[in-house]
């Protein structure tokens, strides 16, 4: 099981994909779908305030870490590493499109991993993560 600042890093990225999924959808119903009322757009707005909040947050979390416990961040991007070198070894040619995202994915966590970036913004369209992999890894299911 990693220890609790790998898994503080995890929840916060994982916070941050699901916002990014809800602000997906709600872009997508404000095209396609019905069109803008006043609560969509107070949704809209309180996920985005939302995760640049949680964004920041990790920023900080990450910054910190890299200094106290470097470590701890090289042991969260190589887990998001292994999860996606596990979905890239299995992929099809029916998965083209989510094995580029996997694998540009991979280049931005190597990124984060050489101190480049202090998160990798994970498309949310795209889910290439094993569950049976990322529960491996951090021992609780994607959310």
């Known amino acids: 099981m990693p220890e609790e600042n790998v898994l503080a890093l995890e929840r916060l990225v994982s916070r941050r994909r699901a ?3 809800v602000l997906l959808s709600l872009d997508a119903y404000e095209r396609w779908g019905h069109g ?11 996920a985005g305030a939302e995760k640049e909040r949680v964004t920041r947050e990790l920023g900080a979390r990450v910054a910190s870490l890299r200094l106290a416990e470097p ?3 090289a042991r ?3 887990a998001h590493v292994r999860i996606i070198d ?3 070894a299995g992929a099809t040619e029916r998965q083209r499109t989510e094995a580029y995202v996997a694998e540009q994915e991979r280049t931005a966590w ?3 991993l050489a101190g480049a970036r ?3 913004a994970q498309n949310p369209a795209f889910d290439t993560a094993d569950p049976a992999a990322y529960r491996a890894e951090f021992g609780f299911d994607r959310p």
Do not use: K, N
Not at 39 to 44: D, I, S, T, V
């Open 19 to 21: 916002l990014s999924q």
């Open 36 to 46: 803008s009322d006043p609560a969509f757009e107070r949704q809209a707005q309180g």
């Open 71 to 73: 470590d701890a961040v």
């Open 76 to 78: 969260w991007a190589m």
């Open 86 to 88: 596990a979905f890239l």
């Open 110 to 112: 190597l990124e984060l």
């Open 118 to 120: 202090d998160f990798v």
